[in-house]
């Protein structure tokens, strides 16, 4: 993939999350399939995702792959033990050792459900195994932040439509 095709990606991707469903009626009234492949298969309803564990990674840049690998195997274990994937983030250009990765919950205690079930999972334990055996994870910080009431999927007016 080009550079230029992977920052639009990445600039697509951005403005999916943060405006939803309010992009595909900006594009509609600009006449544009914008974008396209996001709009056909992202959900766009915020309604159940009150709280998101955003996860700063400080990454061994020298072993990007084994934490795309490890990013990847967290897409099959998360939604088995109930938790939302928002995505993993690696560094493309700029900073080359923090990654991120986002997932929501319904509330901080549907979060300790998930944490539970993360522990009882054979292929979570194996996942944090590695990662410490290889030392992929130099730090790891938390932070649980909610979406302000309001400001999320917030439907296009006319006016700004143009």
Not at 63 to 74: I, M
């Amino acid at each position: 993939m080009s550079r230029k095709r992977f920052f639009a990606r990445c600039r697509d991707g951005l403005l999916f999350f943060l405006f939803g469903e309010r992009l595909s009626v900006w594009a509609s009234a600009l006449d544009k399939d914008y974008p396209a492949s996001l709009l056909a298969s992202t959900p766009t309803s915020n309604k159940h995702m009150t709280i998101t564990c955003f996860i700063r990674y400080e990454i061994d840049p020298y072993q990007r792959e084994a934490f795309k690998e490890y990013a990847e195997n967290w897409g099959r274990i998360i939604p088995r033990c109930g938790g939302r994937l928002v995505g993993y983030f690696l560094p493309y250009e700029g900073t080359n050792n923090v990654a991120w990765g986002l997932i929501t919950f319904d509330s901080l205690a549907s979060y300790e459900a998930y944490r539970k079930k993360l522990k009882a999972d054979p292929e979570a334990r194996k996942n944090f195994e590695t990662a410490v055996a290889k030392r992929i994870i130099l730090r790891e910080e938390r932070t649980f932040v909610e979406a302000v009431d309001g400001t999320c999927n917030v439907p296009l007016t006319p006016e700004g439509a143009r």
